[in-house]
């Protein structure tokens, strides 16, 4: 079997730009299962992903006192709604019936990414994404984040789109990296210096923000 995809996440930054990565790739009708350690991040993953399907982030908060919010997107051209589940204060599956939960799985715009998705029994349904988030280290711990863990394979899709190989060195990056396709501003800013004599990877032209990075300074 091959090992679950994860990524180390180095910080919230990380966290949400991985999630609206995921949330732009989402289309509809995905359900998700996110679990995970208090305070690594459940609720900047969901922000992250709200962010990715359209919906106003600042609507999204730890839903402590409601079972279920549907959020609509701004933007009606998204034509996805992300329906945030914590399922802690859940006393019985059946409670989410009184919801209109049958309704809510059966519309297809509908993103359902629920939190202690335990509580919920079977009524997730079938091809559930399982996403784990723990607090973590880098790989040679000095750098303290989190991790997020599939919980199975992905799509070949989702998973070219959420991995990639840097363009510059080839090292393994994941979506939430700021300089992705790059590993690092040294990588990308090489690439950009490629562009000039036309052997660049990105075509794009350079912007300003790319030529007045802090970071190289
Ligand atoms: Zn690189």
């Known amino acids: ?12 930054h990380e966290t949400e730009s991985f999630a609206r990565a995921l949330g732009l790739l989402c289309k509809g009708g995905e359900r998700i299962a996110l679990t995970g350690d208090l305070g690594a991040g459940k609720t900047t993953f969901v922000r992250g992903m709200s962010s990715g399907l359209g ?8 839903p402590t006192f ?68 723990f607090h973590s280290s880098s790989s040679g711990g000095e750098v303290p984040g989190r991790e997020i863990v599939f919980g199975s394979s992905l799509s070949s899709d989702l998973m070219n789109k959420l ?13 939430g990296v700021g300089s992705f396709p790059f590993c690092g501003n040294k990588c990308r800013m090489a690439d950009l210096g490629n562009w000039f004599d036309g052997s660049y990877s990105v075509s794009r032209e350079i912007e300003e923000d790319d030529l007045f990075d802090p970071d190289l300074a």
């Open 1 to 12: 079997m091959s090992p679950k995809p994860s990524a180390f996440l180095r910080d919230s």
């Open 55 to 62: 919906v106003p982030e600042e609507e999204i908060s730890s």
């Open 66 to 133: 409601t079972v279920m919010h549907v959020h609509e997107p701004s933007d009606q051209k998204s034509g996805r709604c992300l329906v945030h589940v914590d399922a802690y204060r859940l006393e019985d599956p059946a409670e989410l019936m009184e919801l209109g939960w049958d309704e809510i799985v059966r519309d297809r715009r509908n993103v359902i990414v629920v939190e202690w998705p335990d509580r919920l029994g079977g009524a997730l349904g079938e091809n559930v994404l399982e996403l784990e988030l």
């Open 163 to 175: 991995f990639t190989k840097c363009r510059g060195c080839g090292k393994q990056i994941h979506a």
